[in-house]
Each structure stands twice: as C-alpha cells, then as structure tokens.
C-alpha cells in the first residue's frame, strides 16, 4: 500500500486535566514549539494523503496552529474519548485504506520510527500495529496485553490494572497503524464501560484481536519517543530530551557546547563551525550564528543573526538583530529589537540599542542609550551618551556621520543630525523650555548659554535649513553655531 491510501489522525481535542492550566494540553511547549505542531511536523516527512488533527478544548488556536503546516481540523465537541475522537475524523480521512494514529501529547516520535511502523503495519497484513515501549517505570501507561510473541490480545488501562498486570512494562504509546476497514467495525462495539464513560481507543484493539485480527505489537528501540505529556514533569522531561537533541546536532555540525545541559537551543537556531557556546546560554526563535563566534555566559539571542567572528560577551541580551563579522558585544549589552551593527563595530558594557545602525568599525563601549539612531564608520560615542529619541509623543531619528567624536555625557535631542568628522567634546544639557537654553560643555569646560525665543528646543536643534549641524572643534567657533540656530548667543 502507498502513501498515498494513508492518511494521519492526530488526536488532539483533550484538555489535559493533570496538567492544571487553562491552556488546553497540546498548545502547551516542549523543545521550542507546542505539543500538537511537534507531532505534525514528525509527520509531515510521511508525505500521507491527508491529516486530521482531532481539535476540542481551544479548538480554533490549536486549528490555527496545525493549519499552515498542511492538516485539516475536525472538531470533537464533547470530548468523551479517544475512540470518539478516531470517528470524528472519519469522514475527512476520505478513502484513505489505512490510518496512523498518533495521541497530540507525545512529541518525541521520530518520522524514521513512523515509517517503521508503518512499514511493519503493511508486511504483517496486520489490523492494527501499536507502537509499544519498555519502561523501567511503566506507571500511567495503557499496558500491552499479548497472547503470543508477536500478536497482541489487549490493551489495559492504568486504572483497570489487576495486581499482575501491573508488573508489565511494555507500555501502549498510543501510536497505532490501523487498517480502516478494520478499525471502523470494531469501534462501533466498544462500549464506554470505564469511571469516565469515554469511549476508548484502546478497547478497539482488544476488540480486533477477539474477532482474529491480526494485532502486532512493534517496540520502539529508543522508549523516549514515546513518552507522552500529561502532567509538568511529563512536560520537562520532553522538553528536556527535544534540547538534548538540538545541542547534540549542532555539536555534531562543529559547534563547541560547554556544560551543555545548561544551554537552551530552540529548534530552528543555526551555528557555523568552530563557535563556541558557554554555559548558560539560551539561543532562541530564529537565530543564526556564523563561524567561529563566541556566545559567552547568560546570554539570550532571540531572532538575532550574527556573521562569523562574532564575540558576545558574558550576559548579553539581544533581540531581532543582526550582528556583521568581528562585532563584539558587552559584557551587558542589550539590543532590543530592529539593530544592525556593521562589521567590526563594538558596543560595551550598560549599552542599550533599539532601531539602530552602528557603522562599520565604530564604538560605543559604555553606559549609553542609542535609540532611533544611525551612525557611519568609525565614529566613537563616549561614556553616557544618550538619544533623547521621545518626547513623550513622538519619537524622533539621530543621525550621526563618520569619524564623529561624540564625547562623554552627551545627551542629543532628536531630530538631529550630525555630519562627517564632527567633534562634540563634551555634554549638552538642556533646561527647561521658558528658559530654552543650552548648555554646551567642551574639553576645557568653557560654557556658553545661547538664549532663544520662541523656539522650541528640537527647532534649536534642528533647523532643516542648517542640516547637517557640524559641531566645531574650536569652542571660538560656537558663534557659528548660534548663526545656524538663528539663536543670540548670552
Ligand atoms: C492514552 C492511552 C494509553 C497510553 C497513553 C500514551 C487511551 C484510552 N489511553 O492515555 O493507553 O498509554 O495515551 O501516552 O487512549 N483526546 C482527544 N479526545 C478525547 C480524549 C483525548 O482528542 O476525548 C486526545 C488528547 O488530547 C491527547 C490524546 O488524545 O492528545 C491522548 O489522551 P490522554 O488523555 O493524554 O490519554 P492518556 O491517559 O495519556
Ligand atoms: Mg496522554
């Protein structure tokens, strides 16, 4: 049989009691994504005709979810069991000949374990193949009930265990290739006969084999897959096993992790050769790291791009950035969002930066807020330079040239703009409006007030006819600032 006469049903429709939340079971996390779009995702490579993701408890998010990876929703309202769940899916299975069935809690199941299911399901001419598992601590799990070395009589839930039962440890992981034909009729005589009065899939299999089907049993070669979520330590343990993943490929691929359980990779994060991660690094979302970078200590990338010989210093955190060859961040950098730092460039410690454009080579080593900014190649920002980008209505850009020294404690009103080689030896400060006056601080604290009337301080700063302002060098040439500020000088 091809699969093309296969089909995937995903039941997904519960609400997850044990796990006491308000978010139904499958749209919590494990490995960087929810429960029910690891399931669809471990299915997608089976190329099947059609798959059906049984939906109830939030219904239209989990839809949402499944939809754009190519599965369709059908809606199981009440959600009285995993055997009603199967025959609500029956009608979008359309002809499909056979059906593999898998619960949207147990995350873990690998497409190469699917397909081997699958495979076994078709060469045993079987009814059913159940995906089993042998636990050292089988607790919780449906029990597998055989009546000879390969075929199976039953399935026994947890809370219908006899004494003896209880001792077996091969469990039932609720993945099952079943052939339509088969399964239909045998779940029409299930009855709901347990404290829940929910119809149960398992019950079926018990069903099948009573009639002389033919039920196989294949035992997963790693019991990890299989491990289901219905509790938080259910959770942790998956999302565990996921992270373990994701360090040992990219460990695989080149990339140096120390003390890896420390380290928390999301699954679509990339790393070139010869990078180096240190503990308690957390690389998050899209992020994509070149060749040879460091990532340092209690650091958090989320969505960032850097290039290669990128050095992250100890407990940098950076959102939607990207990051040119041999930048170096922090220690304590924070990029939020929207940053591009060009190669070579450095931003230190206490630095912050939003929607900003670093130049190629240029510096901002410490205590400074860069926001709406862009700043050519080599330019330096001193100590405690700020943007002044908002105020308190709108939010203005900073526009800084090359080779611009701007020196310590400055703080600079946005809109502005300041030209190639321009030289700001010290701080601006500026007082209050009545007042409308700037205090311009330069090497040899000279200070000079220029009064104005009548304009606003962005005006003062920022007249479109003056644009760029070239701050002198000389404090002498201060006059010629106050002309293009069309300001009296005090
Ligand atoms: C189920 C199996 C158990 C197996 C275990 C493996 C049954 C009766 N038991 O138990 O033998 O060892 O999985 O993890 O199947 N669901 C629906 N509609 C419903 C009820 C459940 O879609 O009405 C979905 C849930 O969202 C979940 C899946 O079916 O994704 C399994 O349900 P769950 O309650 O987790 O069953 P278990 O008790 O884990
Ligand atoms: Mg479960």
């Given at each position: 049989?091809?699969?093309?006469?296969?089909?995937?049903?995903?039941?997904?429709?519960?609400?997850?009691?044990?796990?006491?939340?308000?978010?139904?079971?499958?749209?919590?996390?494990?490995?960087?994504?929810?429960?029910?779009?690891?399931?669809?995702?471990?299915?997608?490579?089976?190329?099947?005709?059609?798959?059906?993701?049984?939906?109830?408890?939030?219904?239209?998010?989990?839809?949402?979810?499944?939809?754009?990876?190519?599965?369709?929703?059908?809606?199981?309202?009440?959600?009285?069991?995993?055997?009603?769940?199967?025959?609500?899916?029956?009608?979008?299975?359309?002809?499909?000949?056979?059906?593999?069935?898998?619960?949207?809690?147990?995350?873990?199941?690998?497409?190469?374990?699917?397909?081997?299911?699958?495979?076994?399901?078709?060469?045993?001419?079987?009814?059913?193949?159940?995906?089993?598992?042998?636990?050292?601590?089988?607790?919780?799990?449906?029990?597998?009930?055989?009546?000879?070395?390969?075929?199976?009589?039953?399935?026994?839930?947890?809370?219908?265990?006899?004494?003896?039962?209880?001792?077996?440890?091969?469990?039932?992981?609720?993945?099952?290739?079943?052939?339509?034909?088969?399964?239909?009729?045998?779940?029409?005589?299930?009855?709901?006969?347990?404290?829940?009065?929910?119809?149960?899939?398992?019950?079926?299999?018990?069903?099948?084999?009573?009639?002389?089907?033919?039920?196989?049993?294949?035992?997963?070669?790693?019991?990890?897959?299989?491990?289901?979520?219905?509790?938080?330590?259910?959770?942790?343990?998956?999302?565990?096993?996921?992270?373990?993943?994701?360090?040992?490929?990219?460990?695989?691929?080149?990339?140096?992790?120390?003390?890896?359980?420390?380290?928390?990779?999301?699954?679509?994060?990339?790393?070139?050769?010869?990078?180096?991660?240190?503990?308690?690094?957390?690389?998050?979302?899209?992020?994509?790291?070149?060749?040879?970078?460091?990532?340092?200590?209690?650091?958090?990338?989320?969505?960032?791009?850097?290039?290669?010989?990128?050095?992250?210093?100890?407990?940098?955190?950076?959102?939607?950035?990207?990051?040119?060859?041999?930048?170096?961040?922090?220690?304590?950098?924070?990029?939020?969002?929207?940053?591009?730092?060009?190669?070579?460039?450095?931003?230190?410690?206490?630095?912050?930066?939003?929607?900003?454009?670093?130049?190629?080579?240029?510096?901002?080593?410490?205590?400074?807020?860069?926001?709406?900014?862009?700043?050519?190649?080599?330019?330096?920002?001193?100590?405690?330079?700020?943007?002044?980008?908002?105020?308190?209505?709108?939010?203005?850009?900073?526009?800084?040239?090359?080779?611009?020294?701007?020196?310590?404690?400055?703080?600079?009103?946005?809109?502005?703009?300041?030209?190639?080689?321009?030289?700001?030896?010290?701080?601006?400060?500026?007082?209050?409006?009545?007042?409308?006056?700037?205090?311009l601080?330069?090497?040899?604290?000279?200070?000079v007030?220029i009064?104005?009337?009548?304009?606003?301080?962005?005006?003062?700063?920022?007249?479109?006819?003056?644009?760029?302002?070239?701050i002198p060098?000389a404090c002498v040439k201060i006059r010629v600032l106050a002309k293009l500020l069309?300001a009296a000088t005090a």
């Amino acid at each position: 049989m091809s699969n093309h006469d296969l089909a995937i049903v995903i039941l997904a429709a519960g609400k997850g009691t044990r796990l006491k939340s308000s978010r139904a079971k499958v749209l919590h996390r494990a490995g960087g994504r929810t429960l029910v779009e690891q399931v669809v995702r471990s299915c997608v490579p089976l190329k099947a005709r059609e798959t059906v993701v049984v939906v109830g408890h939030q219904a239209e998010q989990v839809a949402a979810l499944v939809e754009p990876l190519g599965a369709v929703a059908a809606l199981q309202q009440p959600q009285n069991g995993t055997g009603r769940a199967m025959q609500v899916a029956r009608r979008p299975l359309g002809r499909a000949k056979s059906a593999l069935v898998l619960p949207g809690d147990a995350p873990l199941v690998r497409p190469e374990t699917l397909k081997a299911l699958i495979a076994a399901h078709h060469n045993g001419n079987a009814a059913a193949t159940i995906l089993t598992a042998v636990l050292a601590d089988p607790a919780g799990y449906g029990r597998i009930l055989r009546k000879s070395e390969t075929a199976v009589s039953a399935i026994v839930e947890e809370s219908k265990l006899t004494d003896e039962q209880r001792e077996i440890n091969e469990i039932n992981s609720a993945i099952y290739c079943f052939t339509l034909e088969k399964l239909w009729p045998a779940l029409s005589q299930v009855k709901p006969n347990n404290k829940h009065r929910e119809l149960y899939l398992t019950d079926a299999i018990g069903v099948m084999a009573s009639k002389g089907e033919i039920v196989l049993a294949q035992v997963a070669s790693d019991p990890r897959e299989v491990l289901g979520c219905n509790t938080r330590a259910d959770l942790a343990e998956v999302d565990r096993v996921f992270r373990e993943r994701k360090r040992d490929a990219l460990m695989d691929a080149g990339v140096t992790i120390q003390l890896p359980e420390t380290v928390l990779i999301d699954p679509d994060v990339t790393a070139g050769e010869d990078t180096v991660i240190e503990p308690g690094v957390q690389l998050l979302g899209k992020t994509k790291i070149g060749a040879r970078c460091t990532i340092r200590t209690g650091s958090v990338l989320n969505d960032a791009i850097l290039g290669d010989d990128v050095t992250v210093e100890p407990h940098c955190v950076v959102a939607q950035s990207r990051l040119d060859d041999r930048v170096i961040i922090g220690p304590f950098a924070r990029l939020r969002p929207d940053n591009h730092l060009k190669a070579d460039s450095r931003i230190g410690n206490f630095v912050e930066l939003k929607k900003s454009t670093i130049g190629e080579g240029t510096k901002a080593m410490h205590l400074s807020y860069l926001g709406d900014t862009k700043i050519g190649s080599k330019s330096n920002i001193g100590a405690g330079t700020i943007t002044c980008n908002y105020d308190g209505f709108h939010k203005y850009p900073t526009t800084i040239g090359n080779k611009v020294f701007i020196g310590s404690d400055s703080a600079l009103v946005a809109p502005v703009r300041i030209g190639d080689g321009a030289y700001i030896a010290g701080r601006f400060l500026h007082f209050p409006r009545e007042f409308s006056s700037v205090y311009l601080a330069h090497r040899q604290h000279i200070s000079v007030w220029i009064r104005t009337l009548n304009f606003s301080l962005r005006h003062i700063f920022c007249p479109a006819s003056s644009c760029p302002v070239r701050i002198p060098r000389a404090c002498v040439k201060i006059r010629v600032l106050a002309k293009l500020l069309g300001a009296a000088t005090a």
